[in-house]
């Protein structure tokens, strides 16, 4: 397992920006791919974001545009910057980490999550 540890959520109104931070842990971080899933109440968790070990970015059409992934290895943190947020991105948002490098993040480790909620 790869410990994650989210951070950053909280309440906003819509248009407000924010951001999160996963912390990971270990030598081989840099080599993960790593990402966001979001699950809003009564849905099913959906992919927002991910990062190749090598850099390049994924995101989900709902996001593009307002949502920016980024890395710093030498921290073993990823970020996801969230701007002009919508009440349609209230969420539980986990952070995922693929070892084998994967960026639609198959292999199901999950940090505890962090609440994003944005009012009207």
């Known amino acids: 397992q790869v410990p994650l540890v989210e951070s950053g959520g909280g309440l906003v109104q819509a248009g407000d920006s924010m951001r999160l931070s996963c912390v990971g842990s270990?030598?081989?971080?840099?080599?993960?791919?790593m990402g966001w899933f979001r699950q809003a109440p009564g849905k099913e968790r959906d992919f927002v974001a991910a990062?190749?070990?090598?850099?390049?970015?994924f995101y989900a059409d709902s996001v593009k545009g307002r949502f920016t992934i980024s890395r710093d290895n030498t921290g073993n943190t990823i970020y996801l910057q969230m701007n002009n947020l919508k009440p349609e991105d209230t969420a539980l948002y986990y952070c995922?980490?693929?070892?084998?490098?994967?960026?639609?993040?198959?292999?199901?480790?999950w940090g505890q999550g962090t609440q994003v909620t944005v009012s009207s």
């Open positions: 995922a980490a693929d070892p084998a490098g994967n960026w639609y993040l198959p292999s199901n480790i």
């Open positions: 270990g030598r081989l971080f840099r080599t993960y791919a």
């Open positions: 990062i190749s070990s090598s850099g390049s970015t």
